[in-house]
């Protein structure tokens, strides 16, 4: 997860402080709850459609909860530098795999000519990720303002990309379910791979 500036550090009382600290927490164990059912949902229709834009979009949840996970130590004092270091490889590693996974799959897909199928389930959890996933950003955006906490203000970062990732899968898979626009689904696929390929970096490169 890459810095975005420092935070500014307001004035709170202990108690203030430490309600803040819940409400990071709670905000954190909803988006690992989100991303634990919307992994299951999306890799099973992506299974049972063939559909690389699900696929992807399914292993990256999983992904974020290895993230959010990582917030979640740091807010509870827990995390360490080197388990931190540790964690981050970790997900720049599966960032990188994810990438080419999606490159791989996306260029045979395109070649083959190969025509993905439509699931409503899936379209109707990714248009509720949209949602929720842009409410929860602004959530611990402004928890992270007040806490002066650069960790979570810059996960809400990774939140609100998280929902515009889901739109664009969204939009690929709606396409083609709409119109027919079988090639939507790789392409929409091909932006998470651009993702994939900045998330490794940055996360690799905060463990230097």
Same mark, same amino acid.
């Given at each position: 997860?890459? %810095?975005?500036?420092?935070?500014?550090?307001?004035?709170?009382?202990?108690?203030?402080?430490?309600?803040?600290?819940?409400?990071?927490?709670?905000?954190?164990?909803?988006?690992? #709850?989100?991303?634990?059912?919307?992994?299951?949902?999306?890799?099973?229709?992506?299974?049972?459609?063939?559909?690389?834009?699900?696929?992807?979009?399914?292993?990256?949840?999983?992904?974020?909860? #290895?993230?959010?996970?990582?917030?979640?130590?740091?807010?509870?004092?827990?995390?360490?530098?080197?388990?931190?270091?540790?964690?981050?490889?970790?997900?720049?590693?599966?960032?990188?795999?994810?990438?080419?996974?999606?490159?791989? %799959?996306?260029?045979?897909?395109?070649?083959?000519?190969?025509?993905?199928?439509?699931?409503?389930?899936?379209?109707?959890?990714?248009?509720?990720?949209?949602?929720?996933?842009?409410?929860?950003?602004?959530?611990?955006?402004?928890?992270?303002?007040?806490?002066?906490?650069?960790?979570?203000?810059?996960?809400?970062?990774?939140?609100?990309?998280?929902?515009?990732?889901?739109?664009?899968?969204?939009?690929?898979?709606?396409?083609? #379910?709409?119109?027919?626009?079988?090639?939507?689904?790789?392409?929409?696929?091909?932006?998470?791979? #651009?993702?994939?390929?900045?998330?490794?970096?940055?996360?690799?490169?905060?463990?230097?």
């Amino acid at each position: 997860m890459a %810095q975005y500036g420092p935070v500014p550090r307001l004035a709170t009382t202990p108690v203030t402080r430490q309600r803040l600290l819940r409400r990071g927490l709670r905000l954190e164990y909803a988006t690992l #709850a989100w991303n634990v059912v919307g992994s299951v949902v999306l890799l099973a229709a992506a299974v049972a459609v063939g559909s690389l834009a699900l696929a992807g979009f399914g292993v990256d949840s999983v992904i974020e909860i #290895a993230a959010s996970a990582v917030v979640v130590w740091q807010l509870k004092g827990t995390a360490g530098d080197a388990r931190d270091r540790r964690a981050l490889r970790v997900i720049a590693t599966a960032f990188a795999l994810l990438a080419l996974y999606i490159a791989a %799959q996306a260029t045979h897909t395109l070649l083959a000519v190969d025509h993905p199928g439509t699931s409503t389930v899936a379209i109707a959890w990714l248009a509720l990720t949209v949602a929720a996933m842009l409410t929860l950003a602004s959530a611990k955006r402004d928890t992270g303002q007040q806490l002066g906490n650069p960790v979570l203000a810059t996960e809400a970062r990774v939140t609100l990309v998280d929902g515009a990732l889901a739109g664009a899968v969204l939009l690929g898979v709606a396409l083609n #379910a709409a119109v027919g626009w079988w090639w939507a689904d790789p392409l929409a696929a091909l932006v998470i791979l #651009a993702y994939s390929v900045r998330e490794a970096r940055h996360a690799w490169g905060q463990t230097m």
